[in-house]
């Protein structure tokens, strides 16, 4: 099976700006997670989506927004860019079911904000 | 909402040692602890994981242990290799798919 796809891999973009990302699961997976990556902070978890519907969000602004399609395929935007948003975004995909299971990541989005 | 804290954040071995990276979390509804091996540029990949119901889990040179009444739980990596180094990540998850990192062991193993 194909691993976790995210497009795009690397972006530049000023401040007050809008950006998109995309996340391809692994296909049969129905759980699609976001993650914001900086150095000394770990991953933090943004939110995840199931069947379209977001199931679980983390402490992040409204400014943080995402997604599901039918396919599973996920999008997360962020509007108002500030330079602290500066990161690595990494979705995970995982089967989605009540029992918690192995999330997979994709290579990531690394987001620039000048 | 739970909290993972990690340690060390650095570790190094020389080639051969062991290393020990410990987590502990303070949510007691979480069930389920994966770990995950992160090389420098590359996407983070799940290496071992265990679920509340076992104490112990190994495979071949790297092994998870969990105290569930203590709330913490320990990789260990015996024989450590060059290609060992890399930054490892614990994480805890209750049900419902929501996961809650460390902060990040950056493990350098010493030829």
């Known amino acids: 099976k194909a691993g976790v796809t995210q497009t795009p891999r690397y972006l530049i973009k000023t401040r007050g700006q809008q950006v998109t990302l995309s996340c391809s699961p692994i296909s049969g997976h129905r759980s699609v997670s976001w993650y914001q990556q900086t150095p000394g902070q770990g991953l933090q978890f943004l939110f995840e989506?199931?069947?379209?519907?977001?199931?679980n969000k983390g402490n992040f602004p409204g400014r943080f927004s995402g997604r599901q399609f039918s396919n599973s395929r996920s999008e997360m935007n962020v509007s108002t860019l500030e330079l602290g948003d500066s990161a690595l975004y990494l979705c995970?995909?995982?089967?989605?079911?009540?029992?918690?299971?192995?999330?997979?990541f994709g290579p990531g989005t690394r987001l620039t904000v000048l | 909402g739970e909290n993972v804290e990690q340690h060390p954040s650095t570790l190094s071995v020389q080639e051969g040692d062991s290393a020990v990276i410990k987590c502990t979390y303070s949510?007691?509804?979480?069930?389920?602890f994966p770990w995950y091996k992160q090389e420098l540029g590359k996407r983070p990949q799940l290496i071992i994981d265990i679920r509340s119901n076992v104490g112990e889990k190994k495979d071949q040179r790297i092994a998870v242990t969990l105290n569930k009444t203590a709330k913490h739980f320990s990789l260990h990596i015996t024989e450590t290799q060059p290609e060992d180094s890399a930054v490892y990540f614990c994480?805890?998850?209750?049900?419902?798919?929501?996961?809650?990192f460390g902060t990040g062991t950056s493990l350098t193993v010493i030829p």
């Open positions: 994480a805890a998850s209750t049900t419902g798919n929501q996961f809650y």
């Open positions: 949510d007691s509804a979480s069930n389920y």
């Open positions: 989506y199931f069947s379209e519907t977001q199931r």
């Open positions: 995970a995909s995982s089967l989605g079911g009540t029992r918690t299971d192995t999330q997979y």
